[in-house]
């Protein structure tokens, strides 16, 4: 193939034409796979958030170029000389040679051009002359993107396109001012008229400006600052004088905003170092330096968004030299996988490990256990160690110091589960607090709780309440009426059948009171609830069901009013009570689900319902909890031991309407254990 080379003029700059066909290409693959390819002639701006890897990414695609004794130029604005120098040291098995040129500004020109030519031998490449321009490209020089042509004005070499350029820059904040915040030389004026013979009088301010100066008049005589009276940001005080009735007081000053405002992304937690500047020792280098915590902060707004907020006014631009960015790289890379997403907190990195955890080993009963009490927040190890010793503390609590230098402590309550010299596997669970246990595991675990009709009540929907009608030829019998349920052993005695089909596909899950202690508040415990919840229903088996019971739920009724716990027909809240009362709670009386005093069944526009018979447990002034049409209904009313209890209804009932009522006592965990629920909220009052 021949080639032909001619002049031609490009933008009124005499350019050189040349075959490039046989110029190198390349792409490159595995961790810097980026579609594309990189060639002569181009400039390669990279953008990102701190952190993220743009040095890193663009070093080592200069090594990629490197290696084939191309020549790169590096320009970069983000990082001191002896940084950089430090990073291509880390880097030097992939940066062969390299050679760091530190720029200054003379007359405000850039100089590190000037040098760039001798950089070139460096490089693998020798010196080039103007015939072998191109056009002027842009790159980014303290933050702002001007032709290149600017910066061959003082230097006899001009860079050869062929040699890609590369450019990183700073972030820069601008601040702003709100709209609400004074005109900063306007003047205000406060009047006050002095009642009685007061020794000092203090006039209030409602103002967000710091005073400058301010005249105080009093009787039209002017006070002087210090003497006669001091200043704040909100008051000023007169602190000497005799005042008379009906003397003038007038205060006119002039200010300016307390602070200066900027939004920042949400993700950004920290921000060191704020300047007016970029390069330290340049001409026209940083006069300001703020930090955060003594000169600014970053403040959470309401809605979830970020502002820095100065602790004095300032004009003009700053730039912040290290960003600290939350990348969220728990949710993203761990979370969404598996669909399970919430902001970066220990607590859900506790979580999304335990998920994890379960899913590679599987959803065993032991598995279950020990990912239940990760999640939770009980101590665990990721790592395999052993016992070295368990030490009682004295005060309930429990420390268990492992051979690899680390100690967890176990809550007060609870126990440590391995002895000196045990081996602790990795992802072990160091103490009690929860237990999960099945038809294997305990055969009568279903006496531990009082809800074993309504357990069975949620198979309904699947069709699995055919086993109840079935007689020993898979003949369908009427004998077993599902809907009536009494004590566990007159559920499963009634509906026989379909106990010995199920019982072989639910397990209890039991988390002691204790184990919630360590949440820092009520919202806490909340979200270690849902997220248990979000756990056993994603892991379990699909055709399994489980009861989730604790004695901590009606601790949750004094200790923390007014919280919800979102119930579903996923998730049954069982019964808090002990295995006594559950006995007890099963003998009839109130919550039984069968006697008068509690289950009616409304006629068409029933309002009123008179509550007659004795109840099993004292009542005092408070909330009745309503299930009408499995919807949970809070009526506050007052009623005693003795009178009939009246319940109004705003509105009249549908006829057939399924309405129970059932006191709200402390000493039991509010639930209506007898009618499937589909979904309602249980609202702890």
């Not at 009386?589 to 409304?602: E, H, L, Q, V």
Request: with cysteine.
């Amino acid at each position: 193939m021949s080639v032909e080379f001619h002049n031609a003029v490009a933008r009124g700059r005499a350019t050189t034409w040349r075959d490039t066909s046989n110029d190198p290409r390349f792409v490159w693959a595995g961790v810097m796979d980026m579609t594309g390819t990189v060639s002569p002639g181009q400039v390669w701006i990279v953008a990102g958030l701190p952190g993220n890897g743009k040095t890193a990414l663009l070093l080592n695609i200069v090594s990629y170029w490197l290696d084939r004794g191309l020549p790169w130029v590096y320009a970069g604005l983000e990082m001191a000389d002896d940084l950089l120098v430090r990073v291509l040291a880390a880097l030097r098995s992939d940066i062969p040679r390299y050679r760091v040129i530190e720029e200054t500004l003379t007359a405000g020109k850039s100089q590190w051009t000037s040098a760039l030519g001798d950089a070139f031998g460096p490089f693998g490449s020798g010196p080039y002359d103007s015939g072998s321009t191109t056009d002027p490209i842009e790159v980014y020089v303290n933050g702002l993107l001007q032709p290149a042509s600017a910066y061959t004005e003082t230097s006899d070499t001009v860079l050869d396109l062929s040699v890609a350029l590369v450019a990183t820059d700073h972030i820069m904040f601008r601040w702003r001012r709100e709209e609400t915040d004074p005109d900063p030389h306007a003047h205000m004026r406060h009047t006050e008229i002095v009642t009685g013979t007061p020794s000092s009088i203090t006039l209030p301010f409602e103002i967000s400006t710091t005073v400058r100066g301010e005249f105080v008049f009093l009787n039209g005589i002017l006070l002087i600052r210090g003497s006669d009276y001091t200043t704040t940001t909100t008051t000023i005080d007169l602190v000497s004088g005799t005042f008379s009735p009906s003397d003038l007081v007038e205060v006119e000053f002039y200010g300016e905003p307390f602070s200066c405002q900027c939004d920042i992304d949400a993700d950004i937690t920290s921000i060191p170092i704020l300047q007016n500047g970029i390069d330290e020792g340049a001409v026209n280098g940083p006069t300001i330096c703020l930090r955060e915590g003594t000169d600014f902060n970053i403040v959470t707004n309401p809605d979830g968004t970020k502002t820095i907020v100065t602790a004095q006014f300032l004009t003009g631009e700053f730039w912040a030299p290290d960003v600290f960015v939350n990348e969220r790289t728990v949710e993203t890379k761990f979370g969404k996988p598996i669909n399970f997403t919430k902001d970066n907190s220990q607590v859900y990195k506790e979580a999304v490990q335990s998920l994890w955890f379960a899913y590679w080993n599987g959803p065993s009963i032991d598995v279950l256990e020990e990912s239940s009490k990760i999640l939770l927040g009980l101590p665990f190890t990721t790592v395999e160690s052993v016992v070295e010793s368990v030490i009682d503390n004295g005060d309930g609590t429990f420390t268990v110091n492992l051979l690899n230098g680390t100690s967890f402590l176990i809550p007060d309550g609870l126990e440590s589960v391995f002895d000196a010299g045990d081996t602790v596997p990795a992802f072990s669970s160091l103490s009690t607090g929860v237990e999960v246990v099945d038809f294997e595991i305990d055969p009568f675990w279903w006496k531990r709780t009082a809800t074993l009709g309504e357990l069975l009540a949620t198979f309904t929907a699947d069709g699995l309440a055919v086993f109840a009608r079935m007689d020993d030829g898979g003949n369908m019998d009427d004998g077993g009426n599902f809907d009536d349920f009494g004590t566990s052993e007159e559920v499963i005695d009634t509906n026989k059948k379909l106990f010995e089909a199920l019982k072989h596909f639910v397990f209890l899950v039991i988390v002691e009171s204790e184990t919630l202690n360590n949440a820092g508040n009520i919202n806490e415990v909340a979200e270690r609830i849902s997220d248990l919840t979000f756990f056993l229903d994603s892991l379990k088996p699909a055709y399994t069901r489980y009861l989730l019971t604790s004695v901590l739920f009606p601790d949750l009724l004094t200790d923390f009013p007014n919280t919800q716990f979102p119930v579903t027909d996923e998730v049954l809240l069982a019964s808090a009570l002990s295995p006594v009362e559950s006995q007890n709670f099963n003998d009839g009386g109130f919550f039984d689900g069968k006697g008068p005093a509690n289950r009616f069944t409304a006629t068409a526009g029933q309002t009123v319902f008179n509550l007659l018979g004795a109840f099993p447990y004292t009542l005092g002034t408070g909330n009745l909890k309503v299930f009408l049409n499995s919807v949970l209904q809070t009526i506050i009313v007052d009623y005693n031991e003795t009178d009939p209890l009246t319940v109004t209804f705003t509105a009249g009932l549908t006829g057939g309407d399924d309405v129970v009522i059932f006191e709200d006592d402390t000493t039991v965990i509010p639930f209506d254990h007898f009618i499937p629920i589909d979904e309602v909220t249980i609202v702890l009052a």
